[in-house]
């Protein structure tokens, strides 16, 4: 159990105070529409963007789950977080088409390349993985930290998980609901430096206590390579090649939780610069996140600390190792990590309900109307999640791998639908569609039949289980890709003019002069600065 101190009540009353200030400045800058509410008035700059892509990716699953993964299995699970040359590829490439489009969401950039049909059923698969990966493994993870880090087991007959992951959703979403996609951003620029520095401390702190990183490399030294054999059961080299580039694409250039904060730019040049931005902030996780993980291996390995699963390696350094007046700063840290992701999720679950859905059948509906359903169709998809929890042990034993998994079924088919459409024009609406449906059925097959893995076997249908993950899910953008490609030889494609501005060879001439227009060496240097850093870190732990 964590004693906190005077000064770790200081801290984390500072931290809620700074909060509501945020809140009321964003609630005093009253929504006028969809836009202000869901985009924050389409007038963000390249900081507030950059720490709120940030701010929503890393979440508390990052804290407790990449930790639990560098604990388990050490630097396989780091491709994910060494991805920021993909989010260069959404400031670079994607930016100039989804933010002239001036759309709200991804399903309907995709209804203006293919047809309604795609929108509404992207809507659909988005909306999954909201319940399946962002809320069930935030609140979870949410959970199992704070009770970990109190050491509290139960308040009034019931597990003091669900109440502090509970309490925190509701904390969220009181501000989510008042202040909108401004007090989101806003806030994330709040949350990402006391998230980074909470994480730091355990560190530099769990360094100190273990002997220095000789001693982790020499404790973790079957785990430190990034490329594994490719016979490698669980991280194949292929697999994690291939296969992290597919869920990394979709993650960070076609999924509305991501793409939201750029489509709220001033214009295109802030938009490409909150990604750089993005880009930097992204190759820390390995260092704040993953490798207190392998710290506390070896901290394990020396009798010094002590935890039940790999899960629980970060909450177990904070309850164990922090001194007194520090535990405030990194607790801090894990509520920013809970309710940027929370937020984030809440606004753009929203955001897809309201404008793909409701809007769509009810066009009618006033702006008013139109939040109040957004906000409630939030509720409903939170409530979701939080009753799939149960079912997430059957499918990983660790909360990140379990993420990777399920966001392998979901990203080849949209993954194969976005860059095939932006690729050709040839690529037929109807195709697009097949794609969508094609990819998410194969997907869910697999996802339904996981949790009877043990009597599937020796089955006919035992491969489709026992494939590796990643592997099936090259396997599944394969696939889409070539059911798009047949389909698109016999069904008619989209007009020239239905396609301005939709495809590479279709980019209006004005876009393409604002792009070079806002370009200077700075965007070079940093692009290449973002680029050096990652192949340094590839090449150190080869």
């Given at each position: 159990?964590?004693?906190?101190?005077?000064?770790?009540?200081?801290?984390?009353?500072?931290?809620?105070?700074?909060?509501?200030?945020?809140?009321?400045?964003?609630?005093?800058?009253?929504?006028?529409?969809?836009?202000?509410?869901?985009?924050?008035?389409?007038?963000?700059?390249?900081?507030?963007?950059?720490?709120?892509?940030?701010?929503?990716?890393?979440?508390?699953?990052?804290?407790?789950?990449?930790?639990g993964s560098g604990a388990q299995s050490g630097m396989a699970l780091a491709h994910w977080e060494l991805q920021s040359w993909i989010i260069?590829?959404?400031?670079?490439?994607?930016?100039?088409?989804?933010?002239?489009?001036?759309?709200?969401?991804?399903?309907?950039?995709?209804?203006?390349?293919?047809?309604?049909?795609?929108?509404?059923?992207?809507?659909?698969?988005?909306?999954?993985?909201?319940?399946?990966?962002?809320?069930?493994?935030?609140?979870?993870?949410?959970?199992?930290?704070?009770?970990?880090?109190?050491?509290?087991?139960?308040?009034?007959?019931?597990?003091?998980?669900?109440?502090?992951?509970?309490?925190?959703?509701?904390?969220?979403?009181?501000?989510?609901?008042?202040?909108?996609?401004?007090?989101?951003?806003?806030?994330?620029?709040?949350?990402?430096?006391?998230?980074?520095?909470?994480?730091?401390?355990?560190?530099?702190?769990?360094?100190?206590?273990?002997?220095?990183?000789?001693?982790?490399?020499?404790?973790?030294?079957?785990?430190?390579?990034?490329?594994?054999?490719?016979?490698?059961?669980?991280?194949?080299?292929?697999?994690?090649?291939?296969?992290?580039?597919?869920?990394?694409?979709?993650?960070?250039?076609?999924?509305?939780?991501?793409?939201?904060?750029?489509?709220?730019?001033?214009?295109?040049?802030?938009?490409?610069?909150?990604?750089?931005?993005?880009?930097?902030?992204?190759?820390?996780?390995?260092?704040?996140?993953?490798?207190?993980?392998?710290?506390?291996?070896?901290?394990?390995?020396?009798?010094?600390?002590?935890?039940?699963?790999?899960?629980?390696?970060?909450?177990?350094?904070?309850?164990?190792?922090?001194?007194?007046?520090?535990?405030?700063?990194?607790?801090?840290?894990?509520?920013?990590?809970?309710?940027?992701?929370?937020?984030?999720?809440?606004?753009?679950?929203?955001?897809?309900?309201?404008?793909?859905?409701?809007?769509k059948f009810k066009p009618e509906s006033s702006e008013k109307h139109l939040l109040k359903v957004g906000r409630i169709a939030t509720i409903?998809?939170?409530?979701?999640?939080?009753?799939?929890?149960?079912?997430?042990?059957?499918?990983?034993?660790?909360?990140?791998?379990?993420?990777?998994?399920?966001?392998?079924?979901?990203?080849?088919?949209?993954?194969?639908?976005?860059?095939?459409?932006?690729?050709?024009?040839?690529?037929?609406?109807?195709?697009?569609?097949?794609?969508?449906?094609?990819?998410?059925?194969?997907?869910?097959?697999?996802?339904?039949?996981?949790?009877?893995?043990?009597?599937?076997?020796?089955?006919?249908?035992?491969?489709?289980?026992?494939?590796?993950?990643?592997?099936?899910?090259?396997?599944?953008?394969?696939?889409?890709?070539?059911?798009?490609?047949?389909?698109?030889?016999?069904?008619?494609?989209?007009?020239?003019?239905?396609l301005q501005g939709l495809t590479f060879r279709t980019l209006g001439k004005g876009t393409m002069k604002e792009v070079v227009d806002g370009?200077?060496?700075?965007?070079?240097?940093?692009?290449?600065?973002?680029?050096?850093?990652?192949?340094?870190?590839?090449?150190?732990?080869?």
């Amino acid at each position: 159990m964590v004693e906190l101190s005077t000064l770790d009540w200081l801290v984390l009353a500072g931290f809620f105070i700074l909060l509501l200030g945020v809140v009321g400045m964003s609630m005093r800058q009253k929504e006028e529409d969809t836009a202000d509410y869901f985009l924050a008035g389409r007038n963000a700059s390249w900081l507030v963007i950059g720490a709120s892509i940030f701010a929503s990716n890393i979440g508390s699953e990052h804290l407790v789950g990449l930790s639990g993964s560098g604990a388990q299995s050490g630097m396989a699970l780091a491709h994910w977080e060494l991805q920021s040359w993909i989010i260069l590829l959404l400031g670079w490439v994607f930016v100039p088409f989804y933010w002239s489009s001036k759309v709200y969401t991804m399903p309907e950039f995709l209804e203006r390349r293919y047809n309604s049909a795609s929108r509404t059923f992207l809507s659909v698969i988005s909306l999954v993985s909201y319940v399946l990966t962002k809320v069930a493994v935030t609140v979870y993870a949410g959970g199992i930290a704070f009770k970990t880090i109190l050491g509290i087991d139960s308040i009034w007959g019931i597990d003091f998980f669900w109440i502090s992951a509970l309490g925190l959703v509701i904390i969220t979403g009181i501000y989510t609901v008042l202040g909108g996609m401004k007090a989101i951003m806003w806030t994330s620029v709040l949350q990402t430096p006391v998230l980074i520095i909470g994480s730091v401390v355990i560190l530099v702190v769990g360094l100190d206590q273990v002997g220095g990183w000789s001693e982790v490399e020499r404790i973790n030294d079957a785990n430190l390579h990034l490329i594994r054999s490719a016979s490698d059961v669980d991280f194949p080299w292929p697999g994690i090649i291939f296969g992290s580039f597919i869920i990394g694409f979709w993650y960070w250039c076609t999924d509305q939780y991501i793409v939201q904060r750029v489509l709220s730019a001033k214009g295109i040049k802030e938009a490409r610069r909150g990604t750089m931005f993005a880009g930097y902030l992204k190759l820390l996780p390995v260092f704040i996140f993953l490798f207190p993980g392998m710290i506390a291996v070896a901290l394990k390995e020396k009798g010094i600390i002590n935890y039940a699963s790999a899960d629980q390696a970060f909450p177990t350094l904070v309850a164990e190792l922090l001194p007194s007046g520090v535990k405030g700063i990194v607790i801090g840290g894990l509520v920013a990590a809970l309710m940027s992701s929370l937020a984030s999720l809440f606004n753009s679950s929203a955001t897809l309900f309201t404008i793909d859905f409701y809007k769509k059948f009810k066009p009618e509906s006033s702006e008013k109307h139109l939040l109040k359903v957004g906000r409630i169709a939030t509720i409903v998809i939170v409530i979701l999640g939080i009753l799939w929890i149960p079912v997430m042990s059957l499918i990983a034993d660790v909360l990140y791998e379990y993420l990777q998994s399920v966001q392998s079924l979901i990203a080849p088919g949209i993954a194969a639908v976005f860059l095939l459409g932006l690729v050709s024009r040839r690529i037929t609406p109807a195709a697009g569609y097949a794609g969508l449906v094609s990819g998410f059925v194969l997907g869910m097959i697999r996802l339904v039949m996981l949790p009877f893995k043990d009597s599937l076997a020796n089955t006919s249908f035992a491969w489709i289980v026992e494939m590796n993950w990643l592997y099936y899910c090259i396997l599944l953008f394969v696939l889409v890709t070539i059911i798009m490609i047949v389909v698109s030889m016999f069904t008619k494609a989209a007009s020239e003019e239905k396609l301005q501005g939709l495809t590479f060879r279709t980019l209006g001439k004005g876009t393409m002069k604002e792009v070079v227009d806002g370009l200077d060496k700075w965007d070079y240097i940093h692009t290449v600065g973002i680029l050096g850093i990652t192949a340094f870190i590839y090449i150190r732990f080869w």
